[in-house]
């Protein structure tokens, strides 16, 4: 538990140096490919979040999730779709295969579902290489090109405002 301390204090001093190379970047088409980030620990209606994404217009077999969680077993290790904090290493690289997958596709839209800051899920939404990200205002305004204040279990508000933004951002284009 300390060590996990210790870790999360060199990661987020390393992460408050990273954040000095944000690239701003600008929604260019349509989002097709959405990527999805979400921190279990607090949220758990990921099977709603992705269904109210399919009634936006989001093919599911285009969304690709990827969870946290504060601990994990055996069997959801294997899985390869959740995460814990024991896969990050003191120099804050992730040794999870499905992670750095996740981070190097390409989604037109990266939706980072957690309004509690935790370094592993900062570290993952700077270096992921999705054009356009999303997020909660609660986290820090230089990781997401547009942040939503609302909390996490209000997904419908989330969604829809994500939503109405996108549209508009299209429109002013």
Partial sequence: MFLNYIKGFFLKRKLKNIFYDVKNT???????????????????????????LVSNGILEENIKIIIYKDKLSKS???LGVAFSSKELTWNAEITAAAVNNFIKEEFDLLISYYDVEKPILMLITHRSNAKFKAGFASIDK?????????????YHVFIGELFRY???IKQNR
């Fill in 26 to 52: 600008r929604l260019v088409s349509a989002i097709k490919t959405v990527g999805l980030l979400v921190d279990e620990s607090f949220f758990l209606k990921k099977e709603a979040l992705v269904k109210e």
């Fill in 142 to 154: 230089r990781l997401n090109h547009l942040m939503i204040s609302t909390y996490t279990e209000n």
């Fill in 166 to 168: 996108l549209k508009k």
């Fill in 76 to 78: 959801e290790s294997d």
